[in-house]
């Protein structure tokens, strides 16, 4: 029977976010993305501090959209746990810091007190971050509660055992005489169908979430919705390639970007290049990669030849399989990372790689 309703309900309901929810318009993307860059940079620590790193010893670790819910059909977590804890305790014996950059809690979908119950193990591990000194955490549109609500503070404070610092952004600056900065959010500032728009907060927790778990619909895959997330990508990407001498990290739209391209975008750049050398054998490789991954991703940036790499995007830490996908900063590099089951055992793989100093 479930299969059935499935098979009935699955394009309908997804019709259904899409037609009534807002897109995100350019310019209040682009207003609120300068305004909080410009709100932490005059006055560090009221919407997010300011930190000095030298880009060849700090190291940093960010995720974002683990969404953790109540263990149920609807909890996209579930899966992705095993990777999870594996990934934040191979970076706190590392010495990582650890930034979280929203989304962390599902609170469209669950109470808090749900949450907190079925999370204990992630949220020690979390909290070993934070006893180092070593953890920043950021709000997100499905966890706004960290931020406006009045016992947020009290709350954080039984997970976590200590007072908890919650930011809507983090500006890292780089020492030793280089210009680069790189800006993180979460990434939802500007768009209306995730910054208080009334139809979504009630689709989700009145009719998304029951047919979710009935369903066991996991939106959280590009091949979701992925016009909506290519076009807020494209609004990240031409807000930070405007920007000098900055780079822009986000997640919220669970699609991994880096060097502001999508996987799909950097295959297609490397076909051109490996046709351009008439290299058969990558052709070959790259073009079967392209026909596989074509059927996960529905558009493309247009430009994707000549995009500067200014925009970076986590990806999530709930995607079906269990993988979970975020970005590095460590030893003059930038990373983005994935972590998966590998014969039973939670294993790092490096999607990509770029010198900061190059960019």
Not at 259 to 275: D, I, M, N, V
Request: proline share 4%.
């Amino acid at each position: 029977m479930r299969k059935l309703l499935r098979f009935l309900l699955l394009k309908p309901v997804l019709w259904a976010a899409a037609k009534f929810s807002s897109k995100p318009k350019r310019e209040k993307v682009f207003a609120a993305l300068s305004a909080l860059y410009k709100n932490i940079l005059e006055k560090p620590g009221h919407r997010g501090p300011v930190i000095p790193f030298d880009p060849q010893q700090d190291r940093f670790i960010i995720f974002s959209d683990q969404h953790k819910g109540r263990r149920n059909g609807a909890d996209d977590f579930t899966q992705a746990e095993p990777n999870y804890l594996a990934a934040l305790d191979h970076y706190y014996k590392a010495g990582y810091t650890f930034i979280n950059l929203g989304d962390s809690e599902e609170l469209w979908e669950n109470n808090l007190w749900q949450v907190k119950k079925k999370n204990k193990a992630t949220f020690e591990a979390e909290r070993k971050f934070l006893e180092a000194g070593r953890h920043l955490k950021v709000f997100g549109n499905h966890d706004l509660f960290w931020d406006n609500d009045p016992f947020a503070g009290w709350q954080l404070r039984s997970i976590f055992k200590e007072k908890v610092k919650i930011y809507e952004g983090v500006v890292l600056k780089a020492v030793a005489g280089s210009p680069l900065t790189v800006f993180l959010t979460h990434g939802h500032q500007g768009d209306a169908q995730s910054d208080g728009n009334w139809f979504s907060k009630f689709f989700v927790a009145k009719i998304w979430a029951p047919l979710q778990s009935l369903l066991r619909i996991n939106p959280n895959t590009p091949a979701y919705d992925a016009e909506k997330k290519t076009l807020h990508n494209s609004m990240m990407y031409e807000w930070s390639s405007e920007q000098e001498n900055l780079l822009l990290v986000t997640g919220h739209t669970h699609q991994p970007v880096f060097g502001s391209l999508t996987h799909l975008e950097r295959l297609y750049r490397r076909f051109q290049f490996a046709e351009k050398d008439k290299n058969a054998a990558e052709l070959k490789n790259l073009l079967d990669e392209i026909r596989k991954r074509e059927k996960e991703f529905s558009a493309v940036a247009v430009d994707y030849m000549n995009m500067k790499p200014t925009y970076y995007n986590t990806g999530c830490c709930c995607f079906s399989d269990g993988d979970i996908t975020g970005i590095e900063i460590s030893g003059g590099y930038i990373r983005l990372v994935k972590w998966t089951m590998i014969d039973g055992k939670p294993e790092p793989q490096e999607l990509e790689k770029a010198i900061l100093g190059a960019i």
